[in-house]
């Protein structure tokens, strides 16, 4: 078992996420995807001072390791053990918006890829878990021994890009119980056998993660939760790792930086669409060489910015409630979200 106060986990793209966030003394951020605390310690130091950061993890471990390690900024963070996909409710309940910055360092960290027992690693003997969050319900080990054989091959399908997703589920219930991660780890290697350097379980782990922790919808939600969330002129700041996640990105921006999203044949726009986000980087920003060699978890990380736009539906009367100030500059005028309004005014319905 890895020492949890001991393992570590190299934040990635570090100054290139403090760039994009465009951290300031005294700036609101939320840190999504805590982990070991590596992007938010760096967040508080250079957002010093008056600086708050408010960090987020499904998982408890990380959360507690990340805890240890921002305890010279007990006043300034406020660290919650809960998914992101509960971004928007979150924000309500610690009272945290609107901030000037969102970051979601998407996947597992090193630590948690390193620690017995949780089963991400094809290369360490461990039951087949995989849950971020151990409160979880469903496993890994119960999508691979109960799932059907067709709907199993989707998700290797789908989700790992495995285009021998259909032997590969063939096997695995051929051999059921499949109980550890060596054990699946090998049924794969025998049926698909070896091809370059990359382990031929690879896509399947990746595959059968994505479907316990529900990682692409959570997603999507949460990065439209973000924007309810962001004050004019905040970052939505994401780094992801694959190919899937990042296409949800990319997508998710670009439509949200558009005007009209009618389909092209629609001869009069219906959708009332309007930009909601400005793309900062045209072009995906990648780790640097000497990153990428110091650091081989690097490697696949993509990371992608936008900044929100005020928009006319948004805007404000200055002498509203100040609970539904949305301006991260201006204490008294800014903008609203409609739908963040209404949540709060639920809540607060509810509360009371
Ligand atoms: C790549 S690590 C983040 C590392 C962190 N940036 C650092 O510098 O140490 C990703 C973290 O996100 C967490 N995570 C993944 N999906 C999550 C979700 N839906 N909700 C909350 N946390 C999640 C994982 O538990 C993991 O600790």
Do not use: W
């Amino acid at each position: 078992m890895v020492n949890r106060r001991s393992a570590t986990h190299t934040p990635v793209m570090l100054s290139e996420v403090l760039r994009a966030l465009d951290v300031q003394p005294g700036g609101r951020y939320i840190d999504c995807t805590l982990g070991a605390g590596g992007h938010a310690a760096s967040i508080l130091e250079h957002s010093s001072p008056g600086g708050q950061l408010l960090g987020i993890d499904a998982d408890p471990l990380a959360l507690e390791v990340a805890k240890e390690r921002l305890l010279s900024f007990k006043e300034s963070a406020k660290l919650v053990n809960d998914n992101f996909v509960n971004l928007q409710q979150i924000a309500i309940k610690y009272d945290f918006f609107p901030v000037h910055g969102i970051l979601l360092d998407l996947g597992l960290s090193s630590m948690q890829l390193g620690e017995a027992g949780r089963g991400f690693s094809f290369q360490r003997h461990a039951p087949l878990d995989m849950r971020f969050n151990p409160n979880q319900k469903t496993t890994a080990a119960d999508i691979v021994n109960t799932y059907a054989e067709t709907r199993l091959a989707d998700i290797i399908r789908t989700y790992g890009e495995e285009p021998m997703a259909n032997r590969i589920a063939r096997s695995i219930v051929d051999a059921r119980p499949v109980e550890s991660t060596l054990e699946l780890a090998e049924i794969i290697e025998k049926t698909i056998g070896r091809r370059g350097k990359i382990h031929p379980a690879t896509k399947t782990f990746q595959a059968l993660r994505i479907a316990v922790n529900h990682e692409l919808e959570n997603l999507e939600s949460t990065l439209r939760q973000a924007l309810e969330i962001l004050g004019y002129q905040g970052k939505l700041v994401v780094i992801s790792y694959h190919s899937l996640e990042d296409r949800i990105v990319k997508q998710f921006m670009q439509r949200e930086a558009k005007g009209c999203i009618c389909p092209p044949t629609t001869p009069v726009c219906v959708c009332g669409h309007t930009p909601r986000l400005k793309i900062i980087n045209r072009k995906v920003v990648i780790p640097t060489e000497i990153e990428q060699r110091e650091n081989p978890r690097s490697r696949s990380a993509k990371l992608r910015t936008a900044e929100r736009l005020a928009v006319q539906a948004d805007t404000y009367a200055v002498n509203d409630d100040s609970v539904l100030f949305n301006s991260v500059d201006n204490p008294r005028g800014g903008l609203r979200r409609p739908v963040l309004l209404q949540k709060i005014k639920m809540a607060f319905l509810t509360a009371s």
